[in-house]
């Protein structure tokens, strides 16, 4: 049995060339960059008015005041996507959109507040400096100028300033690709009839649609029977094309657990086999060419805390993000003790005191089967073995995905 740090140092320095794909960009919210993004052109384009007003001459507007007016003359319109044409001569005007071209042979832009119109004439009550509200092209940036940086994870913005300046398909990160199998002779799939000595499978929709959130592509989910033979050949199958194998269940020392040896027949070296934790230490890693397998145990509590802690990471960084996990620094409402001999994975529930400090307390009912002490607490905390941790200590919680709006 190995600890906790072994086994993360164990995953975490497991040596694997990132994938990668160029990949349209309407498909790359959540991705990560794999080169550095230049611009292909200006951005602006063109010099375009910031307002919705009248284009000028700065040497037409310069004496403008309430007291002493100027009169132009209106000759035509620029507006967004369809740009004024003609010549604008001295004494003239033309209208023009927030957006829209600006002809090279004016200046300026009067806003539409600071002007009074009667028909084909404007009059301009106040013009401040200079190219006011003009964008020049090429202000936010020139052609060839670094756009984003090899390693930037994709958020709308960021695809909306590609796309500003005509970058369509992106380089990035491929994602992880992953098996996932459940074991067990007692399982039943959802929305079938299931007999009390039989349970609904939860594993496979828990962890095939925590898989996706993280941004993995699940590309096989099974059952099999606790049977070596059978187990064994799914494990030929899926380890073909997948990047991480994971199986639910037969990880222990039962009769019927057989995880461990049919992945030995498959060709697989073993990592690790129980790590000194609770839940979850019949945990497995196995490792053949570039592909990971884990077993996690059945138990659904147990499945969630070792994929969180273990797995999420993995998955971030074969997607050329960081491996790490989501902490905050919270206060203990109470005093907490882990009377076990292994360290605890303490399911809490975060809330926020007066002066705004966040502020955990232990979910109610921490045994390994009770499901909803995950799907019910924010976060857990990781307590050293036979051990006290006082109220009030500051602790790292270690967020679930739903709760990262605490960060």
Request: hydrophobic share 40%; proline share 5%; charged share 20%.
């Amino acid at each position: 049995m190995i600890s906790i740090e072994e086994a993360i140092s164990i995953i975490g320095n497991n040596k694997f060339a990132l994938e990668t794909e160029v990949i349209p960009l309407t498909e790359a919210d959540g991705r990560v960059l794999n080169e550095d993004i230049a611009a292909p052109r200006h951005s602006p384009r063109c010099t375009n008015s910031a307002m919705d007003g009248f284009a000028v001459k700065w040497e037409d507007v310069v004496p403008a005041s309430i007291d002493k007016p100027v009169v132009l003359q209106i000759i035509g319109e620029s507006r967004a996507g369809i740009p004024f044409e003609g010549t604008v001569l001295p004494g003239q005007a033309i209208r023009i959109s927030t957006g829209a071209m600006l002809p090279s042979d004016v200046d300026t832009i009067i806003r539409i507040e600071d002007t009074e119109r009667n028909f084909d004439k404007v009059t301009i009550l106040r013009a401040k400096s200079f190219q006011q509200y003009v964008r020049q092209a090429g202000e936010e940036l020139q052609g060839g100028d670094l756009l984003l940086r090899k390693g930037t994870e994709l958020f709308p913005p960021h695809l909306a300033l590609l796309a500003s300046v005509g970058v369509f398909k992106v380089p990035v990160f491929r994602k992880a690709k992953v098996a996932l199998v459940v074991t067990g002779n007692e399982l039943m799939p959802i929305g079938q009839p299931a007999a009390p000595h039989q349970t609904w499978d939860s594993n496979t929709l828990m962890l095939s649609t925590a898989i996706r959130q993280d941004g993995g592509e699940v590309t096989y989910t099974g059952q099999v029977e606790d049977c070596l033979e059978a187990i064994t050949a799914v494990i030929r199958k899926v380890a073909v094309h997948n990047n991480i194998l994971i199986f639910s269940g037969g990880v222990s020392v039962g009769t019927h657990d057989h995880v461990q040896e049919a992945t030995e027949q498959a060709g697989f070296l073993r990592l690790f086999w129980k790590v000194h934790q609770k839940p979850g230490m019949p945990l497995l890693c196995a490792k053949r060419d570039n592909t990971l397998l884990f077993g996690l145990p059945g138990n659904p509590v147990s499945a969630f805390m070792t994929y969180i802690y273990y797995i999420k990471p993995l998955i971030w960084r074969m997607q050329g993000k960081e491996f790490a996990w989501n902490i905050i620094k919270a206060r203990l409402e109470d005093t907490i003790t882990n009377v076990h001999d292994r360290k605890f994975f303490f399911r809490v529930v975060i809330s926020k005191q007066m002066d705004g400090q966040k502020v955990v307390r232990g979910y109610q009912n921490q045994d390994s089967h009770i499901l909803s002490s995950v799907a019910l607490s924010d976060g857990f905390i990781i307590i050293n073995n036979e051990s006290t941790v006082p109220k009030g200590s500051w602790v790292d919680v270690y967020l679930f995905p739903w709760k990262t709006n605490c960060t």
